[in-house]
Structures are given as C-alpha cells and as structure tokens.
C-alpha cells in the first residue's frame, strides 16, 4: 500500500537555535537596547501571526513591565508576582484567551520564584531583567512557522523554560 507524504518542514535543533538567535539578535538591533520595545517587538509579530490578538499584546506587555519594574527594583516583587498572578488568573479563567498568550503569561508568572525566608517569611526574586516571557515570546513564534498555533503554544512553554534557566544564571532582585 502506498501513501502519500504531505510536506512539512523539517528543522534540526541546531537550526532552531540558529533561527532564535537571528530573531533575538533582530529584535534587539530594531530596539536598540530597549527592552520594553524588544518585548513589543516580539508581541507584535505574535498579533501579525494571529497568535494573539490586540488585548492580548497589551496584558502580556503590561506583565512584562511588571516583571521588568520589579527587577529594576523600581517595585516590590512581592507585590509584582501577586500582581502578574492575578492577571494570569484572570487570563485563564476567561476562557477565551489565545493558547499562546498563556504560554507568554505563564512565563512572566513563571519569572518569579517565590521561596520561605529564613525567618519563615515569604522570599519573592526575580532576575535582574528577566528573560522568561521574552524567550516564551520568541520561542512561540518561531513555533508557529513551524506547526501553527500548536508549534506556538509549544515553542513559547520551551522558550519561557529557557529564559528561567538564563535567569537562574543572573542576579535577582529579592524583598
């Protein structure tokens, strides 16, 4: 019995590794430095691809500067992860939001690692400037040229991985 093949594209880790670091090293030239714009860069090829949509692209870039404010120590982390929880929350709870913009929210909760104290206390860090949803950005874009919005969802849970590795690697802003 004979059966057709339907074409599909076939990429090796390698060239995975070698398109997400066209695409960051991209993003960074257009931004030049500004993470805030690196980040809104990336959302906004996510709402070109119709991997999310317009509310979407303004909630994760909100989180992001949530994350990125409470690295910068311009605001508590503790009340930051709270923050970017309740609005994960709410995301997931809706019922209506895109598959890929969880994967990014997740990754920007994610960001935060919530630890007890010495004293018993609760102990909320987070990296200096985290890398969690921007690499859960690009990861799901790079995804979804690959397999559509299930490569998305995919490619933004292991970017978001990805970025808590790097940012386990970098100072974290503790309160």
Known sequence: MKTEHQPHPV???????????AEAR??????KGDLISDHEAVLDRLQAAELIDGDEARTLLE???IGFEAGEGKADAQRAFFE???IYDR???SGTTSPVALVVASAAVG??????GDDGSTTVAIARQSYGSSLAGIGAGIGAMIG??????LGG????LIGGIVDEKKDKKKT
């Open 26 to 31: 991209r993003v960074m030239e257009a931004s």
């Open 91 to 93: 995301m997931a709870a």
């Open 84 to 86: 970017s929880r309740s």
């Open 63 to 65: 989180l992001y500067r």
């Open 157 to 160: 849970a292991i970017g978001g």
């Open 11 to 21: 990429i090796d880790i390698a060239g995975l590794m070698h398109a997400a670091r």
């Open 111 to 116: 960001s935060f690692e919530v630890s007890p």
């Open 148 to 153: 559509g919005p299930a490569g998305g969802a």
